[in-house]
């Protein structure tokens, strides 16, 4: 049974950064892709960032230049490195990794104050 555990939401200030991590357990198999999605109140779960194991990358319009993922093949583990957060960037942001079917994350709660 695979687990994606998230850490890393808090509450920042506007212009301020934030790693996420999401470490995959329950398999001795590596994924296709891992990564992160993000849903705000009232709106629908939109696509973050994306990161496949050869090692390339995805970014919604709105996250370009502000945010970046890595992701460690051994460890079955994906970041999120975020900086220059904004008020719009509050969500809670879900891990997701994909192997046949996708597997998701309980999700971490980003909040960024004005």
């Known amino acids: 049974q695979v687990q994606l555990v998230e850490s890393g939401g808090g509450l920042v200030q506007a212009g301020g950064s934030l790693r996420l991590s999401c470490a995959a357990s329950g398999s001795s198999f590596g994924f296709t892709a891992m990564g992160w999605y993000r849903q705000a109140p009232g709106k629908q779960r939109e696509l973050v960032a994306r990161?496949?194991?050869?090692?390339?990358?995805i970014y919604a319009d709105s996250v370009r230049g502000r945010f970046t993922i890595s992701g460690d093949n051994a460890k079955n583990t994906v970041y999120l490195q975020m900086n220059s957060l904004k008020p719009e960037d509050t969500a809670v942001y879900y891990c997701t990794a994909v192997r046949v079917v996708v597997y998701w994350g309980q999700g971490t709660q980003v909040t960024v104050s004005s």
């Open positions: 990161i496949t194991s050869g090692g390339t990358t």
